[in-house]
């Protein structure tokens, strides 16, 4: 695949999108940028054997940043509850580590209908405001390194940071929204980073892949998209002011989930 300016607009263009409804509905990016990725790449002929795993680790590298600069906001606002992350962390570590070993040892195609059917998912939880009512306490220790290898592992499978499993998880052990959304964005760091980079070293040993790759890297999308999200999320945020949310919650949805089922059944 050639780079162009026609793929230099397509990626400003998805950075637009990610960051403005990231902004706005508090969403990390992977949920929009693995299936933009995914429609790019075979538009462009992309190589079928190895698309997916390049869509999720330039998610996952876009993610990085993303979840930096939210962290950072959360944090002044002592939001963060650190100790809490600190115990998520390693077993997000590792999680993300072998959901990286499986994403590249699995075929793309699974990867995609995977990936779909949980678009079609959080589809209809956005849709229908579904949240989980909060009924137990945090686990200990031990509980929130099983759960975080859990969420490390899926949202690497899924090129994600991981806010649409670890909100709901957080708040069904009672934390305060606030702070399960705080939390979340921190615990985005450490899952993004070990599923890149473990994708990235996975993927170099990989004949057929593109011009400009690294790995399953395709690094002038992730420059490209990080540019414009990191202009566009501060904006999509204060939007929400402005906006009814509720609307456009379920205009997504509908768009999430048509999305999801181009995903489903892509040939």
Known sequence: ???????????????IFAGLIGGMLGLGGGIIIVPLLHYIF??????????????????LATVIITSLSATWIHHKKQAVIWSTVSHLAPGMLLGAALGAM???????????IFFGIFEIL?????????????????PGKG???L????IGFLSTLLG????TITVPFLHFCRVPMQNAVAVSAACGIP?????????????????????YTIGYLYWPAALLIIFMTIIFAPIGAKLTHYLPVKILKRCFSAILFFVGLQMLFAT
């Open 1 to 15: 695949m050639e780079f162009s300016i026609l793929l230099i607009i397509y990626f400003l263009v998805g950075g």
């Open 122 to 138: 959080v589809a209809i939880q956005i849709g229908f405001d579904l949240r989980p009512e909060s009924r137990l306490d945090l």
């Open 191 to 211: 899952i993004a980073v070990a599923g890149c980079v473990a994708l990235l070293l996975s993927g170099l040993d990989n004949s057929d892949l593109p011009s």
């Open 147 to 150: 759960s975080g290898s859990g």
């Open 42 to 59: 075979v538009t462009q002929a992309f190589p079928e054997s190895s698309l997916m795993q390049v869509a999720i680790t330039t998610s």
């Open 143 to 145: 509980g929130l390194l």
């Open 160 to 163: 994600i940071g991981g806010g």
């Open 102 to 112: 499986l994403a590249d040892s699995i075929n793309s195609d699974i990867l995609r």
